[in-house]
């Protein structure tokens, strides 16, 4: 780590006329009146990794700002010109609800357009997965969105896409990097803009996204007979409200009731905690309009519109919270159960799912005969994946645990706007059958299993939490348990050394991903825990998925209690609490 004097130095090298008065005046301050705000501003550079950028907004070299941030587009520029030349160029460009997102938006479009790029810039918020599809759409060799998802307020972030529609994935990603990591001055960023190189989109491919949207309309006939159910949707003040209320409408939904104080974007979120619709705190609003409503589903996005939160009425008749995987399931099922109703099947059809995601989805594919892959986390590898199936193979849906969901292959990153709109459709198919969409959970539960998961995240901070975090990683690589729970550990992934060990077999297996540190446990009563540290935050991720029949739908609460008495068990014999 870096001296106080090297810090000091550091930050002195940014009160030079390269950068603005604003700047210079935020550094002023901190050297004059803050030292800890100044060495957490400088201590270290805010790194460009595998997914862009993510950081606190303001001055300083592990901030986000225009500085950090023009550095990867200019590193990036300079990677796209040594693959692609410097005419001829396409990249697109979207931003979220954030502080600052327009202003980094426009800042990374001068760029491209001093490097000679033809500019597709997003005339306000729009949701990343429009991103994705606009970059497709007009032939673009990469795009970045600027949004920080679902973090608070202060934080903004930049992702790059390659020419698929994808995040950057090897070998691009690390070449990438590699050319960031050599712009080591301001001096190195082209700033000043060619003007008539930048287009502004808006309608236009709104339009067109919008149509690719319909497509995934499998039941119109029952969305017209049931159009008039009441559906909540909120964006949390993010850019859901740009897409996801005209794609509910376009499938013909007519009862779409707004949560008004959130369906102004803004990026202080001020009537959440957290914008994330994985937190209960997100969804209080748009629950309580949904009992003063009567309404049948609620419905959350996050700030850039790629993960979706759901909220259904249990047997009681109260909102409860569905959590990614459920969400998942509800979804897969429901595509491949109406693609076997319509026949549409021509034999080649796939889905996609995590290895951290709930397995219920690979006995679902398994039903429907359908082939279905695991990837390592991120949307990143679905986007690869599909591309490397084209021609052969026709993917039709995935998703993750982390709420992300993907029907179709349009686009190429998690589309919370398809996945709003195939959400209320399912649950019009399940009142045209007599159901809710909770009871069509339950029911797929009796067929193919009743899974239930927990995630628990251990946070460590600084440098002595990050060694802790790799000491436990390298415990349970070099040690792994016998037994958990007194169940016994039957096989031991690892895709670190990408090895599948099956210890009643004594086989060791390849595994066919690339390396990552994760870790995963089977145990002998179908239990599978995931270990993982984040990619983006100081914490340790541990995944648990137990399973077991579910006789019958009066059942549910029964069984449920005895599978979270499965997992907590698991956790107070792993130590974890």
Request: aromatic share 10%; net charge neutral.
């Amino acid at each position: 780590m870096l001296s106080l004097a090297e810090i000091r130095t550091k930050a002195g090298s940014w009160l030079g006329k390269e950068f603005n008065e604003e700047t210079r005046k935020e550094v002023r301050e901190m050297l004059e009146k803050d030292e800890n705000k100044l060495i957490d501003a400088f201590y270290q550079d805010l790194e460009f990794g595998t997914g862009g950028l993510r950081g606190i907004m303001g001055a300083g070299t592990n901030r986000m700002n225009i500085y950090t941030l023009g550095m990867a587009t200019q590193g990036l520029s300079n990677y796209i010109i040594k693959q692609c030349g410097n005419s001829g160029v396409k990249v697109a460009i979207a931003h979220d609800c954030r502080n600052n997102s327009r202003y980094f938006a426009e800042t990374t479009a001068n760029i491209f357009s001093a490097n000679g790029f033809e500019v597709y810039l997003f005339e306000s918020l729009r949701p990343t997965p429009e991103l994705s599809f606009a970059i497709r759409y007009y032939e673009c060799q990469s795009g970045v969105v600027i949004t920080a998802s679902h973090n608070p307020p202060e934080y903004n972030g930049y992702k790059a896409y390659w020419n698929d529609g994808g995040q950057v994935v090897a070998p691009h990603d690390d070449a990438i990097i590699g050319e960031v990591r050599k712009i080591t001055s301001v001096n190195n960023i082209k700033f000043d803009g060619k003007k008539d190189l930048i287009k502004i989109i808006g309608k236009e491919t709104d339009d067109m996204f919008l149509k690719e949207v319909y497509k995934m309309c499998l039941n119109p006939e029952i969305i017209t007979k049931f159009s008039d159910i009441p559906v909540v949707y909120t964006p949390i003040h993010g850019t859901g409200i740009t897409l996801v209320p005209p794609a509910l409408k376009m499938f013909g939904f007519r009862n779409i009731i707004s949560v008004p104080e959130q369906d102004i974007p803004d990026g202080n979120f001020p009537t959440v905690k957290s914008p994330n619709p994985e937190e209960p705190d997100a969804l209080k609003l748009a629950i309580k309009k949904a009992v003063e409503t009567n309404a049948e589903l609620v419905m959350a996005t996050d700030p850039d519109a790629d993960r979706l939160g759901l909220a259904v009425k249990n047997k009681k008749g109260e909102f409860i919270l569905l959590n990614g995987n459920q969400t998942g399931v509800i979804l897969i099922w429901y595509i491949l159960s109406q693609f076997k109703e319509r026949k549409k099947y021509k034999g080649n059809e796939y889905i996609i799912k995590t290895i951290v995601t709930t397995d219920l989805m690979e006995r679902i594919a398994e039903g429907y005969n359908v082939q279905y892959f695991n990837v390592l986390t991120g949307f990143k590898f679905f986007a690869e994946l599909i591309r490397e199936n084209e021609g052969t193979k026709k993917y039709i849906g995935g998703g993750e645990e982390s709420y992300g969901f993907l029907p179709g292959d349009y686009v190429r990153d998690k589309d919370a706007v398809a996945s709003c709109a195939l959400a209320a459709e399912a649950t019009a198919w399940a009142k045209s059958n007599g159901m809710t969409l909770f009871e069509l959970l339950l029911d797929i539960y009796v067929k193919y299993g009743f899974y239930k998961e927990k995630l628990i995240n251990i946070v460590r901070t600084g440098k002595e939490g990050a060694d802790e975090i790799i000491a436990m990683m390298t415990e349970y690589r070099n040690n792994p348990p016998e037994k958990i729970n007194n169940s016994r550990v039957v096989k031991v992934n690892d895709y670190e050394t990408q090895v599948s060990h099956d210890i009643l077999k004594g086989t060791k297996t390849s595994i066919n991903l690339i390396k990552s540190d994760v870790l995963q446990f089977f145990l002998a009563d179908g239990t599978k825990i995931s270990v993982r540290p984040s990619g983006t935050e100081p914490k340790i991720k541990f995944y648990f998925s137990v399973n077991t029949k579910l006789s019958s739908l009066d059942k549910f609460e029964e069984t449920e209690k005895i599978l979270d008495k499965r997992i907590n068990d698991i956790i107070t014999d792993m130590k974890l609490v």
